[in-house]
């Protein structure tokens, strides 16, 4: 017997530096191969991805390498960067055979579709992925609250969020070999022990609004497909 899909509609967060690799490129071929494949393998299955990319291997609007532009301007600068990493993957995508449309918040007709919560399900519905760029549309807002926003307007069953790292910990693992992590959370937990593995604001709006997420390792990109059909791993959070 086969392997079957847990889930029938995801939103996959992506980081800027999951589809760059290591090897100091701002994309790397494949790194995105295998992202692409892993997504074939679950719309195989019949779940259908919405995603979201960061862009943190271009520009990161917040924090900003010493330069000094305003933060308006550097998130506008962060917004046409999940472009490129946008159009990028649907490139990948599309050459692993996978129908993929590409939608931003904010208005680029002549490169890719206008967001519409509306036109996005119809995409869905009718078999393609949908990746949406350009976060919300305005400053001030991660793409980790975009997230849960473009999760909870196309009705997902979960939000995929692939890390560096392999789920949510007490304190920094990187800094701390003895932290722990944990395989259970709440938002409100999150919110009480001030873990910082997604934003407050965008912890918030997944706790009103029920949007459970399972953050995981993209190390290795097969992870994708094991969230996809129900295997333990990472954190889920309720």
């Known amino acids: ?3 079957v899909t847990k889930f029938k509609r995801v939103l996959l967060k992506l980081s800027g530096e999951a589809i760059s690799g290591e090897n100091g490129k701002i994309l790397s071929h494949s ?9 074939k393998r679950c719309t195989d299955l019949g ?6 990319i960061g862009a943190g291997n271009i520009w990161r609007g917040a924090r900003q390498g010493g330069l ?26 599309i050459k692993a055979g996978v129908d993929t449309v590409v939608m931003s918040a904010i208005g680029i007709d002549q490169i890719c579709e206008r967001y519409s919560q509306y036109k ?21 807002f991660s793409t980790d609250t ?8 196309l009705k997902t069953d979960v939000i995929l969020s692939a890390k560096n790292v392999d789920g949510v910990y007490d304190k920094d693992p990187v800094k701390y070999p003895d932290a722990v992590k944990f395989d259970e959370l709440t938002y409100g937990e999150m919110l009480e022990k001030n873990l910082k593995a997604i934003d407050d604001t965008a912890t918030a709006l997944a706790r009103d609004n029920n949007m459970a997420q399972l953050l995981f390792s993209l190390n290795p990109p097969e992870n994708i497909y094991r969230a996809v059909t129900g ?6 959070i309720k």
């Open 1 to 3: 017997m086969g392997e």
């Open 68 to 93: 000094d532009i305003d933060r308006v301007r550097g998130d506008h600068m962060g917004m046409l960067a999940t472009v490129i990493n946008s159009l990028a993957m649907q490139d990948y995508l």
């Open 31 to 39: 790194e995105m191969s295998e992202i692409a494949y892993q997504i």
């Open 120 to 140: 996005a399900i119809e995409h869905l519905e009718n078999g393609k992925a949908v990746i949406i760029s350009c976060g919300v549309g305005y400053p001030y």
């Open 47 to 52: 779940c259908s991805f919405a995603i979201i």
């Open 146 to 153: 975009g997230m849960v926003l473009r999760a909870l307007e």
């Open 231 to 236: 295997e333990k791993l990472g954190t889920i």
